[in-house]
């Protein structure tokens, strides 16, 4: 395809969506890379995380299957956004945990190992996946991949803490995750299917906002 051909297409879809800006936060190595964890018995949970700032409202987290495909994530997307006991036991991938009491350790902060238990209590079918929850102590949200949602022994990996989402207004906020805020694919190498990812993801996001407030 011609370049000025490419660049006409990118402007007139940019132009359909510039009502709207979003950030597409890309996960495309390896989670475990240079550490033990998948080598040392026991769950291992790994940190150095990302710090962002996200926008529920317009924002995407991709996750490149080049990176997590061997652990047998595979696209699409299913989802489910619920407090533990109204997680299914299968079928998700994706899960936004709304709820973190602990009630087994009311004096433990609730942190990622206490979200992946109550997720590994519900789902029966094994398989990896991510989640968001809201981490007590530091008092925002965090999203994490597990090697297998329902063994509350599967090694963890941080992705992310979403700085901008702490406090209770943070924690209220988590119930408006959506399906649409998550992407699993195998991103194409060539500008113009980069260029379409990120125009749909906002084009996308632009039709649901206008949606909701019709």
């Known amino acids: 395809m011609r370049r000025s051909t490419l660049w006409s297409i990118g402007i007139a879809l940019l132009s359909m969506c510039s009502t709207a800006q979003a950030t597409t936060f890309t996960f495309s190595s390896d989670p475990f890379a240079g550490t033990t964890a998948l080598t040392t018995p026991g769950r291992q949970v790994v940190g150095n995380e990302t710090f962002i700032n996200f926008n529920i409202a317009t924002d995407l987290f991709f996750f490149d299957t ?17 407090t533990a006991p109204n997680i299914p036991t299968s079928g998700v991938n994706v899960i936004v945990l709304e709820s973190f009491d602990d009630d087994a350790n009311p004096a433990t902060p609730f942190a990622a190992g206490n979200a992946a238990n109550l997720i590994a209590n519900q789902i029966t079918t094994s398989g990896a996946g991510f989640f968001i929850y809201f981490n007590q102590g530091l008092d925002l949200p965090r999203l994490v991949f597990s090697t297998d949602l329902s063994d509350n022994t599967a090694d963890l990996k941080i992705l992310a803490r979403m700085l901008n989402l702490n406090g209770a207004a943070g924690r209220a906020a988590l119930a ?9 694919n195998v991103p194409e190498p060539s500008t113009l299917s980069l260029l379409g990812l990120g125009l749909i993801g906002v084009c996308r996001r632009v039709r649901r906002r206008k949606s909701t407030l019709a």
């Open 176 to 184: 408006g995750f959506e399906a649409d805020n998550f992407e699993i």
């Open 66 to 82: 080049g990176a997590f495909g061997p652990y047998g994530v595979t696209g699409p997307v299913n989802f489910v956004n619920a």
